[in-house]
């Protein structure tokens, strides 16, 4: 009793105005953390932080940390708690789950999907110089290139994996994985990954806050877009112009053409980001992966006899690695979305809204990369997908219980729903009603896809 008078308590709204930079807390459990200086160095970046301060973030912290990460907080406790700390009954039991889940060794137990990976990626890639050195044919440098799109899809997922939790022996063999199935094989940077994915898994389905949704004046899922919020991301207006009204007009009938180009625009994002002011990790060795794929890929092209051969060669490889860029838009695009940033207190409720799964036999689950569940990738984002499919009936019954969302769908159901989302906003868009800003064109290029 005398131990429960002496320790100190604030309120949540006493929490709530330690917000400002250089004056950062955070509450987990009830015990409050102050991040001011740990958020320079923290691995998943300080937009995921700076996005839940003044608030309760035990959910995101389970999420997203392994059990050994508990031993750090002692350090940033600041011997205050919060006096009127509540748990509602959903978030009980998704913490009772996770708890299980750790007890079962789900979180531990990896099985081979990263070697198989490996080694099906290895194989693809000495298939794709195979049919571009050795075969002669147009019919043959066309399987090389498709096979050069599913190596890409599938090294996206290592690196996925990677960036989200240990897929090899040691942090540093890890660290090389995501280098090597990122940067060096997809051309794609893995800073520029962690930075937009991580704010994405945060803040779901936020229209100002996830970055994933924020495909102005290309796309725009919902006609809140149309009064030209702030991307809080970004950290500019994501401007509802005359440009914007004009495809996003049309944006049903450019949803798949425009796909089949996306790679473009990441490549763009992944410069923009590493020649920025902005903080990079290993800004170094992302310049150096950025090095090895724009020495390889265009020498590969260049070995095709003429050019009209190596713009097909590159449109099919780009094409079937759509496939990819569609399943993630599929994920979300028509699923439910909010303004205003994440908050602790409704994690599970805002993942379970944010998300749509894909439903499909087990033997494709290769092709999905496990992404198909997306609700239960977005709840554990640090379980090993072979693990996903296994807890899916758990995560059901638990959106049951507590009357929450759980759509799961074929990927052609998945595909009509996102058109007519898309199409419900492009009509909107057509009202002259809608008022428009200036134009600014070049925001196409600091929209990411």
Same mark, same amino acid.
């Given at each position: ?117 490996? *080694?099906?990626?290895? $194989? ?8 571009? /050195?050795?075969?002669?044919? #147009? &019919? %043959? ?57 991580? *704010?994405?898994?945060? $803040? ?8 994933? /949704?924020?495909?102005?004046? #290309? &796309? %725009? ?229």
């Amino acid at each position: 009793m005398a131990e429960e008078t002496e320790k100190k308590y604030i309120t949540n709204e006493d929490l709530k105005k330690h917000n400002k930079s250089g004056d950062l807390w955070i509450a987990i459990q009830g015990k409050v953390y102050n991040v001011s200086d740990w958020i320079k160095t923290h691995p998943g970046g300080d937009t995921v932080i700076l996005n839940l301060v003044g608030q309760d973030v035990t959910d995101a912290f389970i999420a997203f940390h392994p059990g050994t990460a508990w031993h750090h907080l002692d350090n940033l406790f600041t011997g205050y708690h919060i006096r009127d700390f509540q748990v509602s009954e959903v978030s009980r039991d998704y913490r009772r789950m996770a708890a299980e889940f750790r007890k079962l060794g789900l979180f531990e137990n990896k099985g081979h999907v990263t070697l198989y990976t490996l *080694a099906f990626v290895a $194989a693809m890639f000495v298939g794709v110089l195979y049919g571009v /050195l050795a075969c002669t044919s #147009v &019919f %043959a440098h066309q399987i090389a290139a498709a096979l050069l799109g599913l190596l890409w899809i599938q090294s996206a997922y290592i690196g996925h994996d990677s960036g989200h939790y240990v897929i090899m022996s040691n942090k540093s063999y890890n660290r090389f994985a995501q280098l090597l199935s990122g940067n060096c094989l997809t051309g794609i940077s893995i800073a520029w990954w962690k930075w937009t994915h991580n *704010a994405h898994h945060l $803040a779901c389905n936020s229209l100002d806050y996830d970055p994933d /949704l924020q495909h102005i004046p #290309v &796309f %725009a899922v919902s006609t809140k877009f149309f009064n030209s919020l702030t991307s809080r991301f970004y950290d500019r207006k994501l401007t509802f112009d005359p440009v914007a009204r004009f495809l996003i007009s049309y944006q049903h009938f450019t949803y798949y053409p425009v796909m089949c180009f996306g790679r473009i625009n990441l490549f763009i994002q992944t410069f923009l980001l590493l020649f920025s002011k902005r903080e990079v990790p290993d800004r170094a060795l992302n310049f150096a992966g950025i090095l090895v794929f724009w020495t390889w890929f265009p020498l590969l092209v260049s070995c095709l006899p003429n050019w009209p051969e190596r713009f097909l060669f590159v449109f099919t490889s780009f094409t079937v690695t759509a496939l990819q860029h569609i399943q993630f838009t599929l994920n979300h695009f028509a699923a439910d979305v909010y303004v205003g940033p994440p908050t602790g207190s409704d994690w599970f409720e805002k993942q379970a809204a944010g998300t749509i799964d894909i439903s499909c036999r087990s033997y494709m689950d290769w092709f999905f990369g496990g992404l198909q569940f997306q609700l239960e990738h977005h709840l554990f984002p640090r379980l090993p997908r072979c693990h996903l499919r296994k807890v899916s009936p758990v995560v059901q019954e638990l959106c049951k219980k507590h009357n929450l969302p759980y759509r799961s769908m074929s990927w052609f159901e998945a595909n009509v729903l996102t058109i007519n989302t898309l199409k419900t906003a492009a009509y909107q868009a057509r009202d002259a009603a809608n008022p428009v800003v200036k134009n600014l064109v070049w925001e196409a290029l600091n929209t990411h896809g």
